[in-house]
């Protein structure tokens, strides 16, 4: 089994920033927070969007809403994912989730390739 807890959320102004942390822990932890880990957000009444992921051997990806503003890391010494959140916009606002794979390499963001997710993590930009 693997828990997964988000934290850093909160409030701040457009252009603003924040970073995200979710850190693993459980008997199975390490068979799943240094492979395929990424981050999604989902709105209320929308499907969950995946926006960064990084795989096994540190190959980050992000979707087109993202790529520039923020950056996604993680610390398989402390089993922690991180998104670091600059340049923040309106349309940012969301709950954030963090989501682990046992699968090497993050070649989808399809939410059924990810075994663990975290309870999520509000962030809300104001304009």
């Known amino acids: 089994q693997v828990h997964l807890v988000e934290s850093g959320g909160g409030s701040v102004q457009a252009g603003g920033s924040l970073r995200l942390s979710c850190v693993g822990s459980?008997?199975?932890?390490?068979?799943?927070?240094?492979?395929?880990m990424s981050w999604f957000r989902q709105d209320p009444g929308k499907e969950r969007e995946g926006i960064a992921s990084v795989d096994f051997s540190l190959l980050t990806r992000y979707s087109d809403s993202v790529k520039g503003r923020f950056t996604v890391s993680k610390d398989n010494a402390n089993n922690t994912l991180y998104l670091q959140m600059d340049n923040l916009k309106p349309e940012d606002t969301s709950v954030y989730y963090c989501?682990?794979?046992?699968?090497?390499?993050?070649?989808?963001?399809?939410?059924?390739?990810?075994?663990?997710w975290g309870q999520g993590t509000q962030v809300t930009v104001s304009s």
């Open positions: 459980g008997s199975t932890v390490n068979a799943y927070t240094r492979y395929c």
């Open positions: 989501a682990a794979s046992n699968e090497l390499t993050c070649r989808s963001w399809s939410p059924t390739m990810y075994h663990y």
